[in-house]
């Protein structure tokens, strides 16, 4: 029985026509700007997110990162939801960076309003303060259980940021994601943001990658930091390829991971064992266990007795993951272990 893996969708290996996408890449020395096929990653993209230039890096966690120490002065402060990736999962590069403190603010499945974030900016002016510089969004947001922006909240925080002269980055990892459910136009997220980060190698399904979108001003200033952290890299159209070829092919399917994702929450609803679901918007879906049915740590090995990976997400909490390599057939797997996890004899 193949393993059914739910835990990422950074889990799923590339397929043959990826493979051979990779292979036959014309490809040069990037360092020397020399790469057909990373420029064509990094213009293509930029340009469908209405934005200059791009930037082809190995990691959303360099993307992130390069973006926020560009955006940032010495004594800046960064203001993003309290579990943001770029301040819970990212090593605390904000810190050791951009050398910037952060304003964490409460969002509602990780999102933020216009008016929370007006809230937070520091006064101008006064010498106890650090300097408000940049805000950071999530869409779609991670622990937030894939939960996606509505288009006239981004517009409102914008105008906010705009209004007050700070920069807006978007943590857009999972940015395809929202833009499949919500139906809203990439290029539209150009003329609200200054900086996008677009994974690669989430639900687009490519092995390793990550871009970097701005003006052609900030993207020179990344290129230069990305060398910096030591991410000046060669032939790597070999890689942009696979990106490349995840754009042209895995975007439209990104609604098959929703609609499987929708399924698993109906599936758990009814279980005795669970106590809450974030109702999935994407392909995430977190729900929280009665741990006096069933502990996080019997589910996550009962679920692997039976070929299944999942994650832990804190507390009581788990994720599942839906992706390009998870079928139909695994999910109706999936299904169908469900309701045994608790043990036969277990109360209701
Ligand atoms: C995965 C992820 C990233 C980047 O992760 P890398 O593993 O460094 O590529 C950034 N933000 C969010 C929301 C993510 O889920």
Known sequence: ??????????VTRPTPPMLAAMQAA?????????????????????????????????SGTMTNQLAIMAHCAPVSEVICEASAHVYLWEVGGIMHHAR????????????????????????????????????????????????????ADLVEIA????????ALH???????????????????????FDSISVCLSKGLGAPVGS???????????CKRLRKLFGGGWRQAGYLAA??????????????DDHRRAAQLAEALRPLPYVAEIL?????????????????????????EAQGIKASGFGGSWVRFVTHLDVTDDMLARVIAALPELAGAGRPA
């Open 1 to 10: 029985m193949p393993l059914i893996d739910l835990r990422s969708d950074t």
């Open 26 to 58: 014309a490809v040069g020395d990037d360092v020397y700007e020399e790469d057909p096929t990373v420029r064509e990653l990094e213009t293509s993209l930029a340009a469908r997110f209405g934005m200059a230039a791009g930037l082809f890096c190995p």
């Open 100 to 151: 910037a403190s952060v304003a964490l603010l409460p969002g509602e499945r990780g999102r933020l309003t216009a008016s929370q974030i007006a809230g937070a900016i520091r006064p101008t002016g006064n010498v106890h303060y650090p300097t408000t510089r940049l805000v950071c969004l999530e869409n779609t947001h991670n622990r937030g259980g894939g939960s996606c922006y509505q288009w």
């Open 159 to 166: 105008a906010v940021a705009k209004q007050h002269g700070l």
């Open 170 to 192: 978007l943590d857009g990892a999972r940015i395809f994601n929202a833009l499949v459910a919500t139906g809203q136009r990439s290029e539209d997220y150009g003329t609200l």
């Open 211 to 221: 871009v970097l979108l701005g003006s052609q001003e900030f993207i020179n200033g």
């Open 242 to 255: 696979a990106g490349l070829f995840a754009l042209e092919n895995n975007v439209a399917r990104l609604a």
């Open 279 to 303: 109702a999935p918007e994407t392909n995430l879906v977190i729900f929280r266990l009665d741990e006096s049915h069933l502990t996080v740590a019997d589910c996550l090995s009962r679920l």
